[in-house]
């Protein structure tokens, strides 16, 4: 499967930009999800990469073809990319059955395709079978009902699956009588040399002239496959249809309509169809969103297995951070039209680049504290916390604030003169939904509205920290006294609102602790996960632990 590029891809509507330069590597077999709010750019991305939106500026590679270039004005057409494509809505035919709904883009394939030996393929099918009369008999017994009724539908079904091929070829299959033998195995092996004959005559036929046959009984001369344009054969559209629904496990609803079909099982259908063209890549736009809770999570199973089975890229477009956070080899995560962070999931929650990335991933969200201080000789900060608590923070490594501070500005001012230099140059318009600092949330007992307060004098002193709710644990012997405010136990957890003098901290306690609101308790912040970020930019500073 081939490696996606994204170089510099712009998306504007006038002033308006819903993609502002985002630049992605996506690798080959990976599993890319890109989260972001609604509204934020994500789906465009999608679209622009599969060619059914046309980017405004930049230059889009799939595999070593270039699909998109703005400045030599290459625009590939969405079906000359080879990319498949699965919608939230999964807009099946309700007028079609299963079957016909996965081959309905296979009937319509034209193009240069190499020219394949149908005949030669289904005597090696056969004879694969016939090496075993007496399974052949097992797998067709096992399609009687209760009362010794032969269901033939199940039985072909069953041995389409065990022998992996077409339809007409299982036909064939039953039609020889082998399972109604008294000597399976015989009657199999008579068979066998029948179709070894046949395909043996196929073969000399080739060599005759020049030709000869490799693996997929693809026609070969000179040691060079032969290709053509041509329609795929009945048996080449059999043949994806069944590996398709034997991947997603619908195979015996090949006669269904969509309506006598669940969510569940239209969204299987859906799948398969978009695999059916055997697409360089396949792209999801919130593909489950129209399905149940239990149903969603029953499904993100079956995507990572079909991940694993089909060794296909997936770029999985979502807003819900657990799809994103369980799915993905790797998280682009999307806000304003701006890449925010392009990481390992562990990595985006652990080590957030700034804090909207911080905000977004997680649940319960992290807990934000203002603090004020500076950096001691020892390269510890001396902080002021939830109003008059002294704490120091360690960080995790050696950290020298005056030289972060001093790439931070040059990293400022750098964005800032390329902007300048991008507005000069002829036709380029400012961008009205203007990127600013994340507007964070720090929760109060009393909250009040954030608009009408004057924006406060940020220095270099300001920083924020960033606590996950598991970092909070009560301890009769923590540092910080604190009340329960609220508490919401599910069994295996209970998520706690702690009280500290005017402001909220949220906890995830695991156990079956009952606790009651008004408890007085204890508690302290642990681990070295805790994340300290630059409040006048809104980056990451490092992770460390906290000292009371």
């Given amino acids: 499967m081939p490696e996606i590029k994204l ?30 709010p ?49 919608f939230q809505n999964y807009a099946l035919w309700p007028n079609m059955t299963v079957y016909e709904n996965i081959s309905f883009g296979l009937k319509n394939i034209d193009e240069e395709l190499p020219q394949v030996d149908v005949k030669a393929k289904q005597a090696s099918d056969m004879i694969r079978a016939l090496k075993t009369g007496v399974r052949i008999k097992e797998v067709v017994e096992e399609c009687r009902d209760k009362n010794g009724k032969l269901d033939e539908g199940k039985a072909l079904i069953k041995l389409i699956d065990t022998y992996t091929m077409s339809i007409y070829t299982a036909k064939e299959l039953m039609g020889l009588g082998v399972h109604t033998s008294s000597n399976p195995e015989d009657a199999a092996a008579n068979f066998v040399i029948k179709y070894e004959g046949e395909l043996e005559t196929i073969k000399k036929n080739l060599a005759a002239d020049g030709k000869s046959l490799n693996e997929k009984f693809e026609i070969l001369k000179d040691g060079k496959v032969l290709v053509s344009k041509r329609k795929l054969t009945k048996e080449e559209i059999d043949s994806r249809v069944r590996a398709c629904s034997r ?3 619908i195979g015996m609803f090949m006669d269904r309509y969509p309506a006598e079909l669940s969510g569940g099982q239209q969204q299987r259908v859906a799948i398969a169809r978009t695999l059916a063209p055997e697409p360089q890549v396949l792209f999801m736009d919130e593909p489950l969103s129209n399905l149940d809770a239990k149903l969603r999570l029953e499904m993100r199973y079956e995507l990572q297995r079909l991940h694993v089975e089909t060794g296909s890229t997936f770029v999985y ?3 819900d951070q657990m799809e994103a956070m369980t799915l993905a080899t790797k998280i682009c995560l999307v806000n304003n039209g701006v890449l925010q962070q392009y990481a390992p999931p562990l990595t985006v929650y652990n080590r957030p680049s700034n804090l909207f990335v911080a905000d977004f991933v997680g649940n319960p969200s992290m807990n934000f504290v203002d ?24 960080p995790e490594y050696s950290l ?28 380029a318009v400012e961008k009205s939904n203007k990127d600013e600092v994340f507007r964070y949330h720090v929760q109060k007992v009393e909250e009040v509205d ?20 598991e970092a909070i644990d009560i301890d009769e012997n923590g540092g910080i006294d604190t009340d329960i405010y609220g508490a919401m136990p599910t069994g295996m957890e209970s998520t706690l609102k702690l009280r500290v003098g005017d402001f909220l901290l949220t906890s995830v306690i695991f156990g079956g602790v009952i606790y009651q609101i008004g408890q007085k308790e204890k508690i302290n912040i642990n681990g070295n996960d805790i994340l300290l970020f630059d409040r006048k930019s809104g980056r990451l500073i490092c992770a460390g632990h906290l000292e009371i």
């Fill in 7 to 36: 170089e510099n891809i712009t998306k504007r509507w006038g002033k308006f930009f819903g993609v502002d330069n985002v630049s992605l590597d996506i690798p080959d077999n990976s599993f890319i999800t890109l989260l972001g």
């Fill in 38 to 86: 609604s509204g934020c750019g994500k789906t465009t991305i999608l679209r622009m990469i599969a060619g059914l939106e046309t980017p405004t500026e930049g230059r889009i590679t799939i595999g070593d073809k270039v699909v998109f270039d703005s400045n030599a004005g290459i625009n590939v057409p969405a079906n000359k990319r080879k990319v498949g494509f699965l």
């Fill in 247 to 249: 991947i997603v496990k």
């Fill in 317 to 319: 477009v979502t807003h």
């Fill in 371 to 394: 603090a004020k201080g500076i950096q001691e000789a020892d390269g510890n900060l001396s902080l002021t916390i939830l109003g008059d608590i002294k704490a120091k923070f360690v």
């Fill in 400 to 427: 020298d604030m005056n030289a972060w501070r001093h790439v931070r500005d040059q990293s400022l001012a750098e964005k800032a003169e390329a902007e300048k230099q991008r507005l000069s140059k002829k036709g």
């Fill in 450 to 469: 954030e608009s009408l307060l004057e924006d406060p004098i940020i220095t270099d002193e300001d920083f924020v920290l960033g606590i996950r709710p």
